[in-house]
């Protein structure tokens, strides 16, 4: 079965200190892979995507994310973290061949941004 | 936005009553989610649905059931609420970035319900 593992349960950082959440999963075919964040309060928001193609993903609000597929991982980077970025960040899957679209959710990583 | 809503957004109820939580898109979405979000497990899907009265179980579905009447409904039933169901409930639909039905489908996820069980 599917699994995906966010080593970071939280992360304390300052202001303009460099970000790098990981996550790796176990699927040895085709993935797609996400990252979702979710600022306190709110529902989740899609941050970056990778289907195929350039395995660096860039997304918004300067957040990037790298696939490396002999390491099985999809790690989150932001080289200057701001007190916004306070929030939950959760990495996703679904097998490329699964028809559902169903996604296997980490388990989190609490960002805490320090003024 | 994805044009989703969830009914209601917050809940509190007593062990053993029936409880049922609605989620609505506007934009014709064929697929459907329910997801729960607990602490140190993250989001798990419970059901979802690809159609009209078509649905499947997902990894957490026990004590769950779900219909879709319409395509615009997906509805989620806890028939005999239980403190283990006290959680912050999510709907998600599966947008289209490469024409529906693709692999390229991401999901986008409404405001949530939060439901607790006394």
């Known amino acids: 079965a599917q699994s995906v593992s966010q080593h970071n349960h939280h992360v304390i950082l300052s202001e303009a200190a460099s970000l790098e959440l990981g996550c790796n999963y176990s699927?040895?075919?085709?993935?797609?892979l996400f990252w979702y964040v979710q600022y306190p309060g709110q529902h989740l928001q899609l941050l970056l995507k990778?289907?195929?193609?350039?395995?660096l993903v860039k997304g918004i609000k300067g957040f990037e994310a790298e696939f490396i597929k002999s390491k099985f991982s999809f790690n989150l980077r932001k080289p200057s973290v701001q007190w916004s970025d306070t929030a939950e960040y959760f990495c996703?899957?679904?097998?490329?061949?699964?028809?559902?679209?169903?996604?296997?959710f980490g388990q989190g990583t609490e960002l805490s941004v320090k003024p | 936005d994805a044009g989703i809503t969830q009914s209601p957004r917050h809940k509190v109820t007593e062990t053993g009553t029936p409880v049922t939580l609605r989620c609505h898109q506007t934009?014709?979405?064929?697929?459907m989610y329910w997801y729960r979000q607990d602490p140190g497990h993250g989001l798990r899907l419970i059901h979802y649905?690809?159609?009209?009265?078509?649905?499947d179980k997902g990894e957490v579905s026990d004590g769950y059931s779900v219909s879709r009447s319409k395509t615009e409904d997906f509805l989620l039933t806890l028939e005999s609420a239980t403190s283990s169901q006290t959680s912050v409930y999510f709907c998600?639909?599966?947008?289209?970035?490469?024409?529906?039905?693709?692999?390229?489908?991401?999901?986008?996820f409404g405001p949530g319900t939060r439901l607790t069980v006394l």
């Open positions: 699927y040895g075919g085709t993935v797609n």
């Open positions: 934009e014709n979405h064929r697929y």
């Open positions: 649905s690809y159609g009209v009265k078509d649905t």
């Open positions: 996703a899957v679904n097998a490329g061949n699964n028809q559902g679209g169903k996604l296997i």
């Open positions: 998600a639909i599966r947008g289209s970035s490469g024409g529906a039905g693709t692999s390229t489908d991401t999901q986008y």
């Open positions: 990778y289907f195929s193609g350039d395995p």
